[in-house]
């Protein structure tokens, strides 16, 4: 039988998490829909988001709508200008954990600054700030770990993480994609960043 989880892993759900502060795009699909039980209206269906930026975390709780974009029910943003992500990290999952649905989150989406480890084969690196970031205390930092640990209920629970350029050009090429097929998103703030999707896929760089 196939789960919510499976529709994620194999890329069936449309989902993304934009950087832009105080905005949320999960784009979900009728046929996870289906399969998570959003049409039977027996079960309101909730996702956690986490914007992390060097200056502070926006951390959003959004209500999955059928057939279109989720209403932000909670949102709390976390300041990270400071040198302990650990602080930052705990006062995003006590957050997390204080408006947790019973059943648990359907899903948690993280969208943060780099150099990060995306790929989940790579264990060592995975869900870390890479030794390379330009911000020396949160290199080989694991903001994964309690964060998930935050969300995890009852049910099974997809995660997705994704820089902080790529996740807002794929929430803007979901906007367009019935005309376009790739999208390029440049951000210019500390530093500059771009965000490239190609064929409908985030594109990822050496680095990450």
């Known amino acids: 039988m196939t789960t ?3 529709l994620l892993r194999n890329d069936q759900l449309d989902q993304s998490l934009s950087s832009h502060r105080h905005h949320l795009t ?7 829909q289906e399969k998570c039980g959003m049409t039977s209206g027996l079960e309101e269906l ?6 992390g930026g060097g200056t502070s975390f926006v951390v959003a709780v959004a209500k999955l709508v059928a057939g279109g974009f989720p209403q932000v029910v909670e949102q709390v943003e976390v300041d990270s200008s400071h040198d302990r992500p650990d602080q930052t990290l705990s006062e995003c999952a006590d957050f997390l954990k204080r408006h947790q649905p019973k059943s648990g989150y359907v899903a948690l989406g993280i969208a943060i600054f780099g150099p990060v480890g995306l790929n989940p084969v790579k264990a060592t690196t995975y869900g870390r700030i890479l ?3 330009p911000k020396r205390p949160w290199r080989n930092v694991d903001f994964l770990t309690p964060l998930a640990d935050a969300c995890r209920g009852e049910r099974l629970l997809p995660i997705k993480v994704e820089t902080d350029v790529n996740a807002p050009a794929f ?3 979901l906007l367009v994609k019935d005309r ?3 999208v390029a998103y440049v951000t210019v703030g500390t530093g500059v960043g771009v965000g490239l999707v190609i064929h409908g896929k985030p594109v990822h760089g050496s680095m990450h």
């Open 4 to 6: 919510c989880h499976d």
């Open 180 to 182: 376009l097929s790739s």
């Open 46 to 51: 909730y996702v956690a988001a986490v914007e």
């Open 131 to 133: 030794k390379s970031s």
């Open 171 to 173: 929430a803007e090429y």
């Open 26 to 32: 999960v784009h979900v699909e009728s046929d996870f």
